[in-house]
Structures are given as C-alpha cells and as structure tokens.
C-alpha cells in the first residue's frame, strides 16, 4: 500500500511536468490567411485651408551707373522696383545708397530721400532729411537708408526711391538699391 507522501510526490511531477510543457514552445508554425476588412471609420474634421500661392518672398532692384540730380528745386526718381505680389499683405521696402555732391556752394544746401509709390512723390515727415550751411566746402557722399511698409494689393505694385531737392545746388550723383519683402499678414 502506498502512502500519501508518495501520492503527493506524484502530483507534484505531474505538476511540473504540466507547467514546463505549457512554458515550453517549439518554432513558429505558418502564418494563416488574412481576415476580411472591417467596416470603415467615421471621416474626420476638416483641416483649415492654407494659403494659396506664395505667403513671402522678395525682390531687389539696382541703380549702379548713378543719376544726376538737376540743380533745381523738386523731385527727382533715382530707382524704381515693381514686385508682383501673390495676393493682398504688405511689403516692407528697404532703400540704400549715397548722394554725392561739391559742397563748393554760396547758398545752403537741403535735400532729402522719399520711399514711395509714384515717381514724383515728395519729402514728408518722417523720412529722412539732410541739410548743409552756407559756405560749407567738401566733396561729400551723404548715405540713404531707410525703410517704409506698405499695404498692397495682389498684382503688380511699384516702388520708387526718390529724391527732392530744396536748393538750386546740384547733386552730382545719386545711386541706390531697393529691396521689397512682401509677406500676407503681420503680426497682432
């Protein structure tokens, strides 16, 4: 007659012979065939539409030969940069350069630079300003630099660097360069 302690030692080999065959795997066998699709989602929100065409982009334009400005009183164009812009937004215009003149004058000597949008456009406040007493004697190239934003319209948009003279003294040369950097919005 067998005893309980030997009934037990047998369960427990069963046990273990039971767990390390269920722990125990061989190689993979082959994968099965795929199952039909299932019924499609709900379709999503839709996204916010972007913008059409070009959102910034830019242009220069160059004066290097240099424009003689008249020794008469008014409004002469040195430059002009048309940029044809993608849609309506704003377009910041650069303007750089340098007038040069003989100072060897009687008279004072007054004149100043205009970024605008027609070629006979004339001084106003705030841009630039440049003044000379009676008697000064030098030859002398003045620096333009300046900066002005417009709101444009979509299309063809034209820039112009001028230069509006007070005095009857002659610059002898003006040369510059406009830069035009249009962009759809500006920030809040």
């Known amino acids: 007659m067998k005893n309980r302690t030997d009934q037990l030692l047998v369960a427990l080999g069963l046990l273990s012979l039971t767990l390390m065959l269920a722990t125990c795997k061989g190689d993979a066998g082959p994968t099965g065939p795929m199952g039909t699709a299932g019924s499609t989602g709900p379709t999503g929100p839709t996204g916010p539409t972007g913008p059409t ?13 240099g424009v003689s400005i008249p020794g008469t009183a008014g409004v002469t164009n040195v430059l002009s940069l048309t940029l044809t812009a993608p849609s309506s937004g704003f377009v910041f215009v650069s303007a750089t350069g340098y007038c040069v003149t003989n100072l060897a004058t009687t008279t004072n000597m007054e004149w100043a630079y205009v970024i605008g949008t027609s070629a006979s456009e004339a001084w106003s406040f705030p841009q630039a300003d440049t003044r000379f007493p009676t008697g000064a004697s030098a030859v002398v190239a003045m620096p333009i630099t300046g900066e002005r934003v417009f709101a444009v319209s979509a299309g063809a948009n034209t820039f112009y660097l001028n230069i509006h003279t007070f005095s009857t003294n002659a610059l002898s040369s003006c040369q510059g360069r406009l830069t035009g950097f249009f962009t759809a919005s500006q920030l809040p």
């Open 53 to 65: 065409g070009a959102i910034a982009g830019f242009k220069t334009a160059v004066n290097v030969g």
